[in-house]
């Protein structure tokens, strides 16, 4: 599998240790509902400078070893970000060209030397998610609305691993931005809701052409400068 290089970040929960962040555990009803895109933006920034330290060392002072990061730390990072750099439309979160500009912003402020760009061509997609992967860069994605029929209710399905192997649905979502950590051949590996889920290319694909659209299924593309 091409996977990220070092340990994804985990926050410590009641329960045991997340994979990645999680809105659900919030304190804001806000980022509880549709904070997502802060989510990811959040755990791309601190595996960034966790492990490259290009930039935002003071911001993220305390986050900086390998150790999860505990639940209150991690929640008051979500709402300063949604509050400076990813401030969310109530009950709609943020939209990829919001969370392009609000990365682009923070790269600037804190010195960071990467640039971002919200959404590539449908033919590049997996060429330019292996290309960050590849680059130690965590891939944020996004499964875009249903459309035309906004309120439809189709979803991508995520998967978990069988006992007795293979992969067996495990969840789905619509409108949704999780982050990937590592692609083998036909499945992404998956950060989302703070759970380690897998998803099919294929399954992928045939959403975005026939539920969303390419522009809102797509992936934030971050490069080194």
Not at 42 to 61: C, M
Not at 92 to 106: K, P, Q, R, S, T
Request: overall charge positive.
């Amino acid at each position: 599998m091409l996977s990220l290089q070092h340990p994804y970040i985990g926050v410590a929960l009641p329960h045991g240790v997340s994979y990645g962040g999680g809105q659900q555990h919030s304190r804001d009803a806000t980022l509880r509902r549709c904070g997502c895109g802060v989510v990811a933006a959040a755990d791309l920034l601190v595996y960034l400078t966790r492990w490259h330290s290009h930039g935002a060392v003071d911001y993220f002072a305390g986050l900086l070893t390998d150790e999860p990061v505990p639940l209150p730390v991690y929640d008051t990072l979500l709402r300063d970000l949604s509050r400076r750099e990813f401030p969310m439309i109530p009950y709609a979160g943020i939209n990829g060209v919001m969370l392009m500009a609000g990365m682009e912003l923070f790269f600037r402020r804190h010195g960071m030397p990467y640039t971002a760009r919200w959404c590539v061509s449908p033919g590049k997609l997996w060429e330019r998610i292996e290309e960050m992967l590849r680059s130690d860069i965590p891939v944020i994605m996004s499964v875009g609305p249903n459309f035309p029929l906004i309120w439809g209710d189709k979803r991508v399905r995520f998967y978990a691993h069988a006992p007795a192997g293979g992969y067996i649905p495990a969840s789905g979502a619509k409108a949704h931005y999780f982050t990937v950590t590592g692609l083998d051949g036909e499945w992404l590996r998956i950060s989302s809701w703070g759970r380690c889920y897998y998803l099919s290319r294929r399954e992928f694909e045939e959403y975005a052409r026939h539920a969303s659209t390419t522009i809102a299924s797509n992936v934030l593309l971050v490069r080194r400068k």
